[in-house]
């Protein structure tokens, strides 16, 4: 059996600010905009933002479930750190600096980057 995970997405309450804060973090614009579903193309990855309210969904907002995104080395992931709400501060751990922000949504998002 092969199992591939190609994709997540993540609620948002408020789209433009989130593909604004998106797009601020990956440095690239959004792939595909839509006032529903928006997704980042990343290395054949996807990365969706879903605006839940507007179909007319529940969602609970909770750090159970962390998107991890890495950045190739510390510099790189503490300029991504600068200025935003911190979470969890930047380890190391098993190899990796790990840090965890809370994105523009109240989503929790951990940033990580290779030890050298």
């Given amino acids: 059996m092969k199992i591939s995970i190609n994709s997540l997405y993540i609620c948002v309450k408020n789209m433009n600010r989130a593909i604004l804060f998106y797009e601020e973090l990956f440095e690239q614009p959004v792939?595909?905009?839509?006032?529903?579903?928006?997704?980042?193309?990343?290395?054949?990855?996807?990365?969706?933002l879903f605006?839940?309210?507007?179909?007319?969904?529940?969602?609970?907002?909770?750090?159970?479930?962390?998107?991890?995104?890495?950045?190739?080395?510390?510099?790189?992931?503490?300029?991504?750190?600068?200025?935003?709400e911190i979470c969890f501060p930047l380890t190391a751990i098993n190899g990796n600096w790990v840090a965890e922000i809370a994105d523009s949504e109240g989503n929790h998002i951990e940033l990580t980057a290779p030890v050298n």
């Fill in 31 to 48: 792939t595909e905009r839509d006032d529903i579903y928006s997704v980042f193309e990343l290395n054949g990855f996807r990365f969706g």
């Fill in 51 to 84: 605006a839940y309210e507007k179909m007319n969904e529940e969602h609970s907002f909770g750090s159970n479930c962390l998107p991890s995104i890495s950045f190739g080395n510390r510099e790189v992931l503490e300029r991504k750190l600068s200025g935003r």
